[in-house]
């Protein structure tokens, strides 16, 4: 697939994006468990101290290097992946790993600010919410697999 095809997919709505987010949050949560159990023996094998910053910290990375590694490598994670979603320039091509750090921490403000930042994709004239904006980025609908091949 070729940049000039996918600078033509058009901008994802917001009902499509919340419904993979729900995918990929059921995918972080049981990724945030494991890592839970990596750092038992770390804590003495007691569940980490409510405001711990080493653990809020490491939960932290763990989810950005998640998504950061998804978008960064084929622009999809696997709710996107299923729901024939890609994040990407506008040029077509996959977003680097600055862009992926800005992006996810513009998305957690837009999720601080109640949501707005994904509700302004309705009043975008561009679907863009505030982290498409921010990151130089948008999130694109795929066409359906041919499957005449």
């Known amino acids: ?9 058009p901008t994802a709505g917001l009902f499509r994006r919340l419904i993979a987010l729900v995918y990929d949050t059921l995918l972080l949560l049981a990724l945030i468990l494991i890592a839970g ?3 038992l023996p770390f804590t003495g094998g007691e569940a980490p101290r409510p405001g711990n910053p080493f653990y809020q910290t490491y939960i932290f990375v763990l ?4 998504f950061a590694w998804f978008w960064t490598r084929g622009g999809q994670t696997l709710g996107m992946r299923a729901w024939r979603l890609r994040v ?15 992006r996810f921490m513009c998305a957690m403000v837009s ?9 302004w994709i309705l009043v975008d004239k561009n679907n863009l919410a505030w982290h498409d ?4 980025s948008r999130i694109v609908v795929l066409p359906k697999p041919d499957k005449s091949k």
């Not at 697939?1 to 997919?9: D, I």
């Not at 990407?88 to 800005?102: K, R, Y």
């Not at 904006?133 to 130089?136: A, E, Q």
């Open 63 to 66: 989810c950005y290097l998640f």
């Open 37 to 39: 159990f990596i750092a």
């Open 133 to 136: 904006h921010f990151s130089n």
């Open 1 to 9: 697939m070729n940049s000039e095809q996918t600078t033509q997919y």
């Open 88 to 102: 990407q320039n506008e040029d077509g091509t996959a977003i680097n790993w600055s862009q992926s750090l800005l």
């Open 111 to 119: 999720w601080g600010f109640l949501g707005l930042g994904y509700l």
